[in-house]
């Protein structure tokens, strides 16, 4: 339960610590005294969204601290999996600063945690009925969520959901598949001209330096002759000389002879030797290319097709024959990719169906539990609704079948009917501020078994309603906080004098600004309080006896 609350620079709080106890705790003061500051505070420290316009004018900034004692389990269970522990006693300490800047830093028990983090735990700290609460019980888009919440439909709805997330994706992808038809037509066409055109090509890695080559030797056929020529001259000699080879074996069979007078000779004859093999080599190397020489000749113009055609590609697929055949890789298998389409297709048809079916089934599991919940959900309301003094109130749940969404294939409407003879109508159009305080009322304490929280906040849920119905609503609350911690922001002396623990907000406007207090009243207090209520400013002897009377029957046990 929420065990205290300070406040600091808050609007026009500037320091304030309640300390709340555990059953009816009732908040009162003049309008615009700061109670509804208070709910702010709290709404702040759960995560809930604010703004920098929540500072106190003339601070850096706003803080709110929390003390929670006795955790829900699923509370420790949510800090646990972010790393954090409660303390041994199983309590939790909770504090949120909000800076000029609109920065928030928020910390549970000392740990910094981001405030998406905080809101998850404090929906399990703290349940606030108020205005917003009531927006919401109009709005029929939410009461599937009531419905559920007592259900207690989580794993059928999980199971429904997780076919769902599978058969949304399976639909999206056959819709890009089958929207994109015409254009998967032209693309293939497109592809296959372009994949034809590669292939036709046959790009080889290497060819475009091979040709360069080849149209250089071509281009230059009478100079390469010539010196082909030449070399054959010079080291096979001719008519005029003996040549090099020959000049070079006399020169090795004279230093042979010479070595035998003189060793220094013979080093050279193994290199004279070894020159002779290689000019020899050389020699036939170049006789041979000489003689074949002409084969290729007359071939320059296909040469220069050739390489004409590998540029004209390389503009189009890449600038090297590497990035060319990268290209048509990429495109032969998108190509058959898209061929295949067809056959792609029809495997996601077949599962889309095979989904849809399965969803369907899992979609009437959970239809069937919200139906059998509503029965008793209907009938437990009605005979809150009944006690709440709406004798004649008919309350009921309108199921129709609907298209398959995320949250299954119901769509939920709670129809209402306040008095007798009046046709059954939607929430909207016929609850007027009272009447929709008590339904509300009325939900929250059938729903209260299955909520987790140990605390909750009925702010200003007293609009509209007066005489018997607000003692009806103060006894509903005060028996609910036999259960639950309860804090409740009220007009009505009716519902006050049930209190366990009175707070009483007050402002004062001194010379140096606007001030907001929060007392905890003793019983004398409450009574003169609760008189203030009844008559205003003026205080009479009749008002507290009315005062205490009011008390004397709410405690009358």
């Known amino acids: 339960m929420l065990s205290s609350l300070k406040i600091e620079n808050v609007a026009v709080i500037e320091h304030s610590e309640i300390v709340f106890d555990s059953g009816l705790n009732i908040l009162t003061g003049e309008t615009g005294a700061g109670k509804s500051i208070v709910i702010d505070a709290i709404n702040a420290v759960l995560g809930e969204r604010t703004s920098r316009e929540l500072i106190r004018t003339g601070a850096d900034s706003a803080k709110v601290t929390a003390f929670f004692e006795d955790v829900p389990a699923s509370v420790s269970s949510k800090l646990s999996a972010i790393g954090i522990d409660c303390e041994d006693d199983n309590s939790l300490l909770i504090s949120r600063t909000i800076s000029s800047d609109g920065r928030s830093i928020c910390r549970v028990n000392g740990s910094n945690v981001t405030v998406s983090m905080l809101k998850t735990i404090g929906r399990d700290l703290i349940t606030i009925c108020g205005q917003h609460d009531s927006q919401y019980l109009l709005d029929k888009e939410h009461h599937i969520d009531f419905i559920d919440a007592m259900a207690d439909s989580d794993e059928l709805l999980d199971s429904y959901r997780e076919v769902y997330a599978e058969i949304k994706a399976v639909k999206k992808q056959l819709k890009k ?71 070079l074996y006399t020169v090795a069979e004279n230093l042979k002879k010479l070595s035998a007078y003189d060793d220094g000779f013979s080093e050279f004859v193994k290199g004279i030797e070894e020159l002779r093999d290689i000019l020899t080599e050389c020699s036939s190397y170049a006789s041979s290319y000489l003689e074949n020489f002409d084969d290729g000749y007359g071939d320059i113009n296909s040469v220069e097709e050739r390489l004409d055609e590998i540029y004209r590609l390389s503009r189009k697929y890449g600038a090297t024959e590497e990035e060319m055949l990268t290209y048509f890789s990429k495109i032969v298998e998108e190509y058959n990719t898209l061929v295949s389409n067809d056959e792609a297709i029809d495997v996601l048809q077949n599962k889309y169906n095979e989904l849809a079916d399965e969803l369907f089934k899992r979609g009437c599991y959970l239809s069937d539990c919200r139906k059998q919940t509503a029965i008793d959900f209907e009938k437990k309301v009605s005979e809150e609704l009944s006690f709440l003094d709406m004798h004649d109130a008919r309350f009921v749940v309108d199921f129709r079948e609907a298209n ?154």
């Open 177 to 247: 598949l089958l929207s994109a038809e015409d254009e998967r037509e032209k693309r293939i066409d497109f592809l296959k001209y372009q994949i034809d055109e590669l292939s036709a090509a046959n790009i080889r890695i290497g060819e475009r330096d091979e040709l360069t080559r080849e149209r250089d030797r071509l281009a230059n056929r009478e100079d390469v002759i010539n010196s082909l020529s030449l070399i054959e001259s010079i080291l096979k000699g001719d008519s005029v000389r003996n040549g090099a080879n020959s000049d």
């Open 404 to 557: 398959a969404t995320e949250n299954g294939m119901d769509e939920v409407e709670f129809i209402f009917s306040a008095n007798a003879g009046q046709d059954l109508k939607p929430l909207i159009k016929i609850a007027s501020g009272g009447e929709l305080s008590r339904v509300m009322l009325a939900i929250r304490c059938v729903l209260s078994d299955c909520d987790s929280t140990v605390t909750m906040i009925f702010d200003e849920i007293d609009t509209g309603v007066s005489g018997r119905a607000a003692h009806k609503i103060a006894y509903k609350m005060h028996q609910l906080s036999e259960i639950k911690q309860v804090l409740c922001v009220t007009h009505l002396a009716q519902i006050a004098a049930y209190a366990d623990n009175h707070l009483y907000i007050e402002k004062n406007a001194t010379a140096e600004g606007t001030f907001t207090q929060v007392t905890s009243l003793s019983e004398s207090e409450k009574v003169k309080e609760i008189a203030r209520i009844i008559g205003g400013d003026i205080i009479t002897a009749t008002t507290l006896d009315s005062a205490k009377e009011l008390i004397n029957y709410a405690h009358r046990d």
